[in-house]
Each structure stands twice: as C-alpha cells, then as structure tokens.
C-alpha cells in the first residue's frame, strides 16, 4: 500500500528556544540545523528575523548551510517583518516566509481592537507582500483552534487566492480535544475552495497534554504537515513532538501515512538538544526518554527478556536506541536477577539463583536500583561456591 507523506516542519529553533533559558547563539544553532537536515526534516523553521539581529544572523546563516531543507522565516502580518525574512532568506536554496495574524473572536477584538473583514484584508496584504518575495508562502491563523469554522474558511480561501501554498491551523492554546481539531481540519478540507493548492498544517500546542493527539488527528482528517520540535519543548507546556508523531505513523502502517524522518537518529537528536539547549528530557519521556525502554517490574522483565514484543511496541533499535533496559529493583524477579547476573560472567543454576535471589530482595529494599558491581558482592554474600558458578 502506497502511503502519504506528511511534511515534517521542525519549529525547534524558532518556538523551543522561545523556552525561558533555552537562548542559542548562531553557532549552536547551525549545529542543530546540519543535525535536523541529516534527520530528514522538510522544513526547518530557523528563526524570527526582524525580532533581533541575533535571530536575523542565524537565519541568514542557516539558510547558506542548508542544502536539502525549506528554510523558513517568521514574521507578523507586517510588511517590515517580511522584508526582513525575505533579506534573512536570500541565500536560501528553498525559502519560505511564513506570516499571518490572530483570527480568533478574542485576538480579533482584545490583540487588535479590529474586527473580521480587516483581518482579512491584512491576511491578504501579507500574503501577496511574501509572495513577492518568495514562491513558498506559509499563512499561520494564530488562534485558529478557537476560532469559527466558518470564518477561518474564508480567512483560508482569501489567502489561497493570495497565493498561500501552506495554510497553518494552530490551536495556539493548546485548547481542542483531538476530535474537535480533527473535525476542524475536515471542515476545511471539505469546504475551503482551492483546497487543493495548499497543504493544511498542524501546529499544536501541549497545554493539555493533547498536543500530539490533535496533530495525528489533522493528519488523519486531511492535513500533510505537522510542526513540531524535538522532545516537544516550546512555549508553556509545550509543542507536539517531533518523536512522537513520527513513531506514531509508523507503527500504524493502516492510516497509509509516513515521514521521510530517518528515525535511528532520533535518540541521539534529542539528547544533542537537550544538552545543548539545557533542558533535561523526562525520564518517561515518550520514544527518548531514559526509561522509555526501561523494565523494572518482574512480570514485564520476564515477558521482555522471552520475548521483546510483550511489552515493546517499538524496536529500541529503530529509534537509535541500543538496547532494551532491564533495570533490577526490589519489584524485579528471579528471571531478571538471572539474566543481568549472566551478563556479568554469572551462569546460575536454578538452586544458586533462588539461594542469590533472597540477598538480592535485602540489597534491593535498601536501594533503589541494583547495579552491576551490587550483583558480585549479592554472589558473594550468598554463601554459594563461587567456583561451581561459571
């Protein structure tokens, strides 16, 4: 079955490093972008060029460095803002302004102290401004997930016809429930004309927790790009993450999607950024998280170590992981206590293993994880015949 790709558009440089304390000078910033391109990102959202001349700087830089990639520039409904991008981007071997301005019924009135058909009118002039400057516009409807259906429609077919090639529908506030956000994107799917001139985009934020679902949700009802950022940092709680959506798609081989990620390299992405940016990554992080292929209860140890698949959905190896964890805790069993003991030079008989395994359970109700050098002194302690112990 052929499947659909859907763009992935990495938003890491522009909305994660507006994380407070997340602040990269240029250099990091081109290390993280040569990083995103070998990842396979479609587009790489470098920056928000008029905001500084730092921001200005590393845009510029990034769009001579990248060679495959759309680089994209940020810029408000305002004509300085896209001069600017367009200045920032003219190295560029594929460049993209990306512009727009608030839809919702409380930007609208509280942001801008406008009201519909002058929202329109500057959607428009900013698309047709980017687009003498670049083929690739992008048009962002700041707010979109609370805005009405039927007015974002008309702000969507105005940009279309303005020249728009890819129309964002961010749930700025992390606010939709996936069915709610999904049914939006089908809305404008099914009854925006010109549709089919434009790819629909997903932006969504993790106020919630939802961030993820809604994307996979756009997706499923019509949308083909997702903006995301690696480990899902971003403003407030977050953006959708990049590991996530793109694990998603590929173990759910029947919604006939896919990205052109290269996904053996999504561990050691996140951890360059995390470093890098100084923000530690969840332990239960979904996909990179420390434990994510981490085992320390006994049924689950014994079900991973006869067989992977009991309780891994995904190849740890896939995502550029080495190996599954198999962590001994006091919750842990014999059948795990005998398979990290063999990794250590330690075969154990069925008798030697029940006779370690009770000074295993007194170590490990005194400590939160026994470790490899803890299991020779358990041995030891165990009063069995070290020699008969292979």
């Not at 609370?146 to 077919?157: I, K, M, P, Q």
């Not at 979904?286 to 434990?291: D, K, L, R, T």
């Not at 740890?316 to 250590?344: F, H, M, N, W």
């Amino acid at each position: 079955m052929s499947k659909d790709i859907v763009q992935i558009f990495d938003t890491t440089l522009r909305d994660g490093e507006q994380v407070p304390g997340c602040k990269l000078d240029t250099t990091q910033k081109l290390v993280i972008a040569e990083r995103l391109e070998l990842l396979g990102v479609d587009v790489i959202e470098a920056g928000f060029p008029v905001s500084s001349p730092g921001d200005f700087k590393s845009v510029q830089e990034i769009a001579k460095l990248v060679k495959n990639a759309t680089v994209c520039g940020l810029t408000r409904a305002v004509k300085k803002d896209i001069e600017v991008a367009a200045e920032a981007l003219k190295f560029a071997k594929r460049p993209r302004i990306h512009t727009g301005i608030g839809t919702s019924e409380s930007h609208i009135k509280f942001k801008f102290n406008s009201n519909k058909d002058a929202i329109i009118e500057r959607a428009v002039e900013a698309v047709s401004y980017a687009k003498s400057f670049v083929e690739d516009v992008e048009f962002y409807a700041e707010d979109a997930g609370r805005t009405d259906n039927e007015f974002l429609a008309r702000v969507c077919e105005a940009v279309i016809k303005a020249g728009a090639t890819v129309l964002n529908i961010p749930d700025t506030t992390g606010y939709c429930l996936p069915d709610e956000y999904g049914a939006k994107i089908k809305y404008l799917y099914e009854n925006v004309k010109g549709i089919d001139r434009a790819i629909l985009s997903c932006h969504c934020h993790n106020d919630l927790g939802l961030a993820t679902a809604n994307s996979i949700a756009g997706v499923i009802n019509g949308a083909r790009q997702i903006e995301c950022t690696i480990n899902g940092i971003g403003e407030r709680a977050g953006n959708t993450a990049l590991e996530e959506v793109v694990m998603i798609l590929r173990q759910h081989p029947t919604l006939g999607l896919d990205t052109n990620i290269n996904s053996k390299l999504l561990n050691d992405t996140s951890r360059m950024v995390s470093q890098k940016m100084g923000m530690m990554v969840q332990p239960n992080k979904a996909i990179v998280g420390a434990n994510a292929f981490a085992h320390s209860s006994g049924i689950h140890q014994d079900g991973v170590i006869k067989n992977r698949e009991t309780y891994e959905i995904i190849d740890p190896l896939d995502v550029g992981v080495d190996e599954s964890s198999i962590v001994l805790t006091a919750r842990s069993g014999r059948a795990a206590l005998a398979y990290r003991a063999k990794i250590v030079g330690y075969e154990l008989t069925k008798k030697q293993l029940d006779i370690v395994y009770e000074e295993f359970l007194k170590y490990a109700d005194k400590k939160k994880e026994i470790v490899d050098e803890d299991i020779h002194e358990i041995i030891e302690t165990s009063n069995i015949n070290i020699e008969s112990v292979a």
